[in-house]
């Protein structure tokens, strides 16, 4: 995959069809903590309500089309120093190297965009390997293992921890 199809931009309404397209599928969908989008009307009230007004969630774009987003929620008061990270891209393009362009080209912007930032941080379930991966190729460390930690679709699952300071070397893998 070309890296200069690969982009990062802040959410438009008008992007509400290729935002249903990834939303509403169940494989994309997962391991995230929202549900699925089902119809245009709950892609768009998502859209306005909760991506656009977001402080730090970009839209992965391949050739300025959506096709998933990254998500980086800094923490409030004395935990601003630190912000949490999420992703998720369309199925088919898994396995292509996007979604680790884009979260270095996240990493790369957010210490500068948000200058009280030295941490992120991700959490990422103990099934979810490639989510996993994309972090290891990025320059996250794995921290720990958080048993029973997070709650996602009915479930309390087990969670590693990963974390990226603003002093680590993003990888050149």
């Not at 509403?24 to 306005?48: K, Q």
């Not at 402080?55 to 912000?83: E, F, H, Q, T």
């Not at 979810?128 to 479930?155: D, I, M, P, W």
């Amino acid at each position: 995959m070309d890296p200069l199809r690969i982009s990062l931009r802040p959410f438009k309404l008008s992007d509400v069809d290729d935002f249903l397209k990834w939303a509403s599928d169940d494989r994309v969908t997962r391991y995230l903590r929202w549900n699925t989008i089902t119809s245009r009307e709950e892609a768009l009230t998502y859209l306005e309500k909760v991506a656009i007004p977001h402080p730090w969630r970009r839209s992965i774009c391949l050739d300025n089309r959506s096709i998933g987003y990254i998500s980086i929620r800094p923490g409030s008061g004395d935990d601003r120093c630190r912000a949490r990270v999420g992703y998720a891209v369309s199925s088919e393009y898994w396995g292509q190297g996007i979604v680790t362009a884009a979260l270095k080209m996240a990493v790369s912007k957010v210490f500068d965009e948000i200058p009280e930032l030295v941490r992120l941080e991700a959490m990422v379930e103990l099934e979810n390997k490639a989510s996993q991966r994309v972090l290891e190729k990025v320059g996250f460390l794995k921290e720990g293992l958080l048993r029973k930690y997070g709650y996602c679709k009915g479930e309390i699952r087990d969670m590693f921890v990963y974390g990226f300071i603003s002093t680590d070397e993003i990888s050149s893998n």
